[in-house]
Every structure is written in structure tokens, then in C-alpha cells.
């Protein structure tokens, strides 16, 4: 009879298999959010996920888009200091439903 498997083990598999980045890296990054990056930028940037050191944000307004590439050097410095995770590019993506939500 097959034994549990832990389900920290199971995802560590799961990760290596998808060559991304480790389940710590990921967990550090989406736990140490607010820590890293402030929490006036965490009320409106979110990450969404990181894929081979490029993390992808989602932000509530277009305005923000552009405050996130501006801060974009910022962003990856810190997240190597908190979470010690290593991003090499930040893709910004808009909330279109909550962007047009604060404008109707």
C-alpha cells in the first residue's frame, strides 16, 4: 500500500517538473508582498504569478501601469531583500473590470 505523501513534497515535484521557480520562491514572493513592496503599492498591484523570473502584476488602474514600470528597479531590489526571490522582468497587466468599475 502506498504511504502519504506530503502535500509540500507532492508541490515541490509539481514545481521542479514545470521548471518555474521553487514553491519557496513563490511563497515568499505572494507572503512578503505588502513587506516589499509597501502597502499604498499592494492596495493596487498584485502579483499574479512568476514564470522563470518574470513576474506578472495586476494593477486597478491604468495609471498604476505606468507608476509599476517606473518603480519597476525598486520592486525587484526589494523583492531580492525580503522574499529572496530574483525577477528579471515585471509584465503589467490592468484590471479592465475593475478600471472601468471605478469610472461608471
Known sequence: MNEPVPISKSLDGVVRSLRGPSR???????????????PHVADHVRPLKLDARVLVV????????TQVRFLTPRIVE??????????DRVEVRVDRRNARGAKG
Open 24 to 38: 519557496k520562491a513563490v511563497s515568499g514572493l505572494f507572503g512578503k508582498w505588502v513587506e516589499a513592496v509597501g
Open 58 to 65: 495586476e494593477v486597478d488602474d491604468p495609471a498604476w501601469a
Open 78 to 87: 526589494r523583492l531580492r531583500e525580503v522574499a529572496a526571490v530574483e525577477v
